[in-house]
């Protein structure tokens, strides 16, 4: 696993209810490899991880095309919901 600084750090989770976590990579060792220096999202703090086999590096420009398409899907649902009256308004 390699990584730039910039790319981000994302940690699958694999129980029901929990999220990912994504932590920004801000420092790398030698040749970018681990371990890491990350800052994470849902914290605010940073943090030396070793990436487990949970863990991918996800690019800088691939983790901004995702927020993209996350931001567009929430539009769309919200634009949909708005296109339907509520009960009271029925």
């Given at each position: 696993m390699r990584a730039q600084?910039?790319?981000?750090?994302?940690?699958?989770?694999?129980?029901?209810?929990?999220?990912?976590?994504?932590?920004?990579?801000?420092?790398?060792?030698p040749d970018g490899v681990p371990p890491y220096t990350v800052r994470w999202t849902d914290e605010d703090r940073e943090a030396l991880v070793f990436p487990g086999p949970d863990a991918q590096v996800v690019t800088a420009a691939e983790h901004?095309?995702?927020?993209?398409?996350?931001?567009?899907?929430?539009?769309?649902?919200?634009?949909?919901?708005?296109?339907h009256p509520s009960p009271a308004e029925r």
């Open positions: 600084v910039g790319d981000w750090l994302v940690v699958h989770s694999h129980t029901e209810g929990r999220h990912d976590r994504r932590a920004e990579i801000v420092g790398t060792g901004a095309a995702h927020a993209r398409s996350e931001a567009a899907l929430i539009d769309r649902v919200q634009a949909g919901i708005g296109a």
